[in-house]
């Protein structure tokens, strides 16, 4: 492959990448002054997640929120693992917790702090470290 196609290449993928950043840190910034709601953990199980070049199980969580007598979803992982991991699963099922959520579009949420002092590895919706929303 010639040097000029490989250097185009990393120049996108670095490009996508950057954009990508650049959103996820203007709907954080933006996400301060959006309204907040109490959402309710429906369920969490371990889930094998890519940490750099290994795999670990972490927590993840599915949560609803309502917004306009409208029912919204998201999800996130904790920060954790090893036994404390599954013994949170069990901690946190029906557990309520703050959503900010975008008043145009009430899908975009963003989950502020941290969660019985873990950090939430996806505090805001689109940002794709964890699955399917």
């Known amino acids: 492959m010639p040097l000029a196609i490989l250097l185009a290449i990393v120049v996108v993928i670095v490009l996508i990448a950057f954009i990508s950043s650049r959103r996820k840190n ?12 109490e959402a309710t953990i429906q369920s969490g199980s371990l889930e094998l997640l890519a940490d750099g070049r290994r795999q670990i199980e972490r927590p993840c969580f599915i949560f609803s929120y309502v917004v306009s007598e409208e029912y919204y979803s998201g999800s996130f992982g904790l920060e954790v693992e090893g036994e404390a991991a599954d013994s949170l699963i069990k901690v946190l099922i029906d557990r309520k917790v703050p959503v900010c959520y975008e008043p145009s579009k009430p899908s975009n949420f963003y989950l502020p702090g941290r969660i019985e002092n873990y950090e939430i590895l996806q505090e805001l919706s689109g940002s794709r470290y964890y699955p399917k929303e």
């Open 26 to 37: 203007k709907l954080l910034h933006e996400s301060v002054d959006w309204p907040t709601v």
